[in-house]
């Protein structure tokens, strides 16, 4: 246990039925949720959402009220954090101000009696795989917080953990810097091959750097399954407009179970008759067509008043109110070619969908 | 520019400005220290009585202090007292201090109030309830019974200070280390209390000073053999008025400001850190 090797131990993560109740509020309700070995999995969700609470409580620093955590086939619910073997980086760091950048990434290694030469070989090979090669003696304070960030990774993995846990260890940074070691973050991960549970409430975080996505609100699971799937076929209202962009517009169904929008017919129910249905329109997957233009087999075309066109850099946001109170946003590059130029606001202009982007999701529950 | 007409703070506030504020401080001070500075040209006096000032000038006071054997004993007493104090009410006042910082229980904030109760109480109630309950299992004039009566005293003070000093300390520290494989009694030791170790010590320095300094419960509780310095020095007030209680106040003095000094310094080295 204590010399393993770095990248050799990835565990599974079978959490069942997990509860954790604050008074009556549910942190977690009844969690299941199974974690590949060595995959990078995301727990999202807003603040309060119990995504937190469920990495605590893999970590051992929150006891549950009921429910098994499994690594692997050991059942670790009752067992103390330090005998989890688990890595763990924090928000804050939690870098030891006390200690220099060697030590601080020695002190697990010196925990389990590995000292002299094989301890200052091992942290130096961590240094290097964080590319904080010559730093050992550099004290916590002289580092930068991308810096920081890096140590208090390599300390989480230099004893070879068969877990490693993340805390939003992200969110301190700026964006450049927080989307560089977005991209170094998934390096490292694939290099280690830990199985790794990375907590964040920012969804493009979690979409750029997860095997897979688990979307968690009041203290539920809401759906899990890769990035492409989360964005492209949201489970529900919630996650369609907690991920990504979203405008959202009530379907009607007709009696052979075609869903209309506004007569147009855009998908089917099914033989599914008790549901509201909602059809879901990210901005930047509609287009502005030509004038004139009408639904066929490939896209539907809704017409409508440009109310507005934000440029915001990279692309310009339009918002096109298709009656008096349904406003849409429509995405568009800004290269020149694809613009709404040429268009005012007030003018009459037409939007296009592709049938392949139509999202269609139920509301509530099946009654 | 001159100091005179100087900008005294990041404003337009010169110092020619704010020369009746460090006139009306510097008499405050003045009035603050000059009743415990009076003693020490009173203690070099070659009088029989307290004279202010002296007329002539010696050290017979101070040879008088070292060479007594009821003196030198009474100060063995207190540096005994103050030390045992220390060694009791740091690690009590530590321990509660982390809980206290620890816990999330709706009823820190009552404990921590009924934990520096004796901070409040007027030390003479203190006094006059630990004599009678002493009174009770025999604790009077033991060393013991006025440790512990002065450890009621300390611990407030060794509460607070180590309270803040664990205010600004991140606890996930704490947490880290528990993942990295270390038992929470060692990722106290390991983590937690070298960073607090200046508030650790400055509690113990006041500690020691509370109980070094304190008179009212060593009436009461302490006597005989085990009497203390501040104990006998009132008696002696009483019944004879005599220039070695100004000796003895003087190296008092000395060292109480000296303790004071160094905790002063420690807390600002700690918040450096």
């Known amino acids: 246990m204590t010399d393993a090797?770095?990248?050799?131990?990835?565990?599974?993560?079978?959490?069942?039925?997990?509860?954790?109740?604050?008074?009556?509020?549910?942190?977690?309700?009844?969690?299941?949720?199974?974690?590949?070995?060595?995959?990078?999995?995301?727990?999202?969700g807003p603040s309060g959402s119990g995504k937190t609470t469920l990495l605590m409580a893999i970590a051992g620093f929150s006891r549950p009220d009921s429910g098994s955590i499994r690594f692997g086939e050991d059942e670790v619910i009752l067992t103390p954090p330090h005998k989890r073997e688990v890595?763990?980086?924090?928000?804050?760091?939690?870098?030891?101000?006390?200690?220099?950048?060697?030590?601080?990434?020695?002190?697990?290694?010196?925990?389990?009696?590995?000292?002299?030469?094989?301890?200052?070989?091992?942290?130096?090979?961590?240094?290097?795989?964080?590319?904080?090669?010559?730093?050992?003696?550099r004290n916590i304070d002289q580092l930068s917080g991308g810096q920081r960030q890096r140590v208090a990774l390599a300390r989480a993995f230099v004893f070879g953990p068969r877990i490693l846990l993340m805390?939003?260890?992200?969110?301190?940074?700026?964006?450049?810097?927080?989307?560089?070691?977005?991209?170094?973050?998934?390096?490292?991960?694939?290099?280690?091959?830990?199985?790794?549970?990375?907590?964040?409430?920012?969804q493009r975080e979690a979409l750029t750097m997860s095997d897979r996505v688990a979307v968690?609100?009041?203290?539920?699971?809401?759906?899990?399954?890769?990035?492409?799937?989360?964005?492209?076929?949201?489970?529900?209202?919630?996650?369609?407009?907690?991920?990504?962009?979203?405008?959202?517009?009530?379907?009607?169904?007709?009696?052979?179970?075609?869903?209309?929008?506004?007569?147009?017919?855009?998908?089917?129910?099914?033989?599914?008759?008790?549901?509201?249905?909602?059809?879901?329109?990210?901005?930047?997957?509609?287009?502005?067509?030509?004038?004139?233009?009408?639904?066929?087999?490939?896209?539907?075309?809704?017409?409508g008043v440009?109310?507005?066109?934000?440029?915001?850099?990279?692309?310009?946001?339009?918002?096109?109110?298709?009656?008096?109170?349904?406003?849409?946003?429509?995405?568009?590059?800004?290269?020149?070619?694809?613009?709404?130029?040429?268009?005012?606001?007030?003018?009459?202009?037409?939007?296009?969908?592709?049938?392949?982007?139509?999202?269609?999701?139920?509301?509530?529950?099946a009654v | 520019m001159n100091w005179w007409s100087r900008p005294a703070a990041d404003t337009q506030i010169t110092h020619g400005n704010r020369l009746w504020l460090y006139v009306l401080s510097a008499i405050i001070m003045l009035l603050l220290v000059a009743p415990t500075l009076i003693v020490v040209p009173m203690s070099f006096s070659d009088s029989q009585y307290l004279e202010f000032p002296p007329s002539t000038w010696s050290l017979r006071w101070y040879e008088e202090y070292l060479g007594s054997a009821?003196?030198?004993?009474?100060?063995?007493?207190?540096?005994?007292?103050?030390?045992?104090?220390?060694?009791?009410?740091?690690?009590?006042?530590v321990m509660a201090a982390y809980a206290l910082f620890v816990s999330r229980h709706r009823a820190t904030r009552a404990i921590f109030l009924l934990l520096i109760t004796p901070m409040i109480v007027p030390v003479i109630l203190i006094a006059i309830g630990t004599f009678y309950a002493y009174g009770r299992v025999g604790m009077n004039n033991t060393i013991a019974g006025l440790v512990l009566a002065h450890s009621a005293l300390a611990l407030p003070i060794a509460i607070i200070v180590v309270t803040a000093g664990l205010s600004s300390y991140d606890l996930s520290q704490e947490q880290v280390a528990r993942s990295l494989g270390a038992t929470r009694t060692k990722a106290f030791f390991l983590i937690t209390l070298p960073q607090i170790r200046f508030s650790v010590i400055t509690a113990a320095l006041l500690s020691f000073l509370t109980s070094f300094d304190e008179v009212i419960i060593a009436i009461f509780v302490s006597g005989g053999a085990n009497a203390t310095l501040t104990k006998h020095m009132f008696a002696a007030l009483r019944d004879y008025i005599d220039p070695t209680i100004a000796a003895i106040s003087t190296i008092m003095v000395i060292l109480s400001s000296a303790l004071l000094l160094l905790t002063q310094f420690l807390g600002s080295k700690g918040k450096r850190n």
């Open chain 2, 70 to 93: 009821k003196w030198m004993r009474a100060t063995a007493t207190s540096f005994q007292v103050g030390f045992l104090t220390m060694l009791v009410a740091t690690p009590l006042g």
């Open chain 1, 5 to 44: 090797p770095q990248g050799t131990t990835a565990l599974p993560i079978q959490i069942r039925d997990l509860t954790k109740r604050y008074g009556s509020v549910h942190a977690l309700n009844s969690v299941d949720l199974d974690v590949h070995s060595g995959e990078f999995l995301t727990l999202l």
């Open chain 1, 306 to 365: 440009l109310r507005e066109a934000v440029f915001q850099g990279e692309s310009e946001m339009a918002l096109v109110a298709i009656d008096d109170d349904t406003e849409v946003a429509v995405r568009f590059g800004t290269s020149g070619r694809a613009s709404a130029s040429g268009s005012n606001a007030g003018d009459q202009v037409s939007i296009g969908l592709d049938r392949n982007d139509v999202i269609i999701i139920p509301d509530g529950q």
């Open chain 1, 167 to 202: 805390d939003e260890p992200l969110s301190a940074l700026d964006k450049k810097l927080r989307e560089r070691m977005q991209i170094e973050l998934k390096h490292l991960h694939r290099k280690l091959g830990v199985t790794t549970v990375y907590v964040t409430h920012d």
């Open chain 1, 216 to 303: 968690i609100n009041d203290g539920e699971l809401i759906q899990l399954d890769t990035p492409e799937v989360i964005y492209n076929s949201p489970a529900n209202a919630f996650v369609a407009d907690f991920i990504g962009e979203s405008t959202m517009l009530p379907l009607t169904r007709d009696d052979a179970g075609a869903l209309l929008f506004r007569g147009q017919v855009v998908g089917d129910a099914g033989t599914d008759q008790g549901r509201d249905w909602t059809l879901v329109m990210r901005p930047e997957r509609l287009f502005f067509a030509d004038a004139g233009a009408e639904t066929d087999d490939q896209t539907i075309v809704l017409t």
């Open chain 1, 87 to 137: 890595g763990m980086v924090f928000q804050s760091y939690a870098l030891f101000p006390h200690m220099n950048v060697a030590d601080n990434i020695g002190f697990p290694l010196k925990l389990r009696g590995i000292s002299g030469a094989e301890r200052a070989a091992r942290v130096e090979e961590a240094l290097e795989t964080v590319q904080l090669s010559g730093f050992g003696a």
